[in-house]
């Protein structure tokens, strides 16, 4: 992900108004790699900034989503993720019990969907979901979970164009 001056730099340049609001929010994700939530993000920043919005918040993630600075995951977990790692093609690791979310780098050039399985879609890529218990979780007792957090499923793989 972009430093802070370069996201400001990008918002000028892309027309877009630079508001310390915004600003606080640059240097909130930075160097987050826990695919926050925007509730998340907003926690972080009002630390710093007391009355930042939610709204702000939401409105700016959606922006840098839009401006492919990062990416906004679906992943199951109740809640939009927001991705700041969208420099390489990577897959997620999702904690069943918690939420969790991180990056895997694994190898899965030879996905592909199975010749007339296709139902007519024109597929661009593929992302493999995997979900398990993260290493945290498995220390706790089973089925103990985080206040307000945890969704249970299988892997998957979606894709995506």
């Known amino acids: 992900m972009k430093s802070p001056d370069e996201l400001t ?18 240097r909130a994700l930075q160097g987050d790699v826990t695919h926050p939530t925007a509730e998340l993000v907003h926690a972080k920043a009002s630390a710093e900034m007391e009355t930042i919005s939610l709204k702000t918040v939401y409105q700016t993630l959606h922006e840098l989503a839009a401006l492919g600075e990062i990416a906004a995951l679906d992943l199951g977990t109740g809640t939009t993720r927001f991705d700041p790692n969208v420099e390489g093609r990577h897959h997620h690791l999702v904690c069943r019990q918690c939420g969790k979310v991180r990056d895997l780098h694994a190898d899965f050039s030879t996905l592909s ?13 593929a992302e493999v979901v995997f979900r398990g218990r993260c290493a945290e979780c498995r220390r706790r007792r089973p089925g103990t979970r985080r206040a307000g957090t945890g969704r249970t499923g299988a892997g998957r793989v979606a894709a995506r164009s």
Not at 9 to 26: D, N, P, S
Not at 113 to 125: L, Q, S, T
């Open 9 to 26: 730099a990008l918002f000028r340049a892309a027309g877009r108004k630079v508001t310390a609001q915004r600003q606080c929010i640059f």
């Open 113 to 125: 969907v199975p010749p007339g399985a296709e139902e007519g879609y024109e597929v661009g890529e």
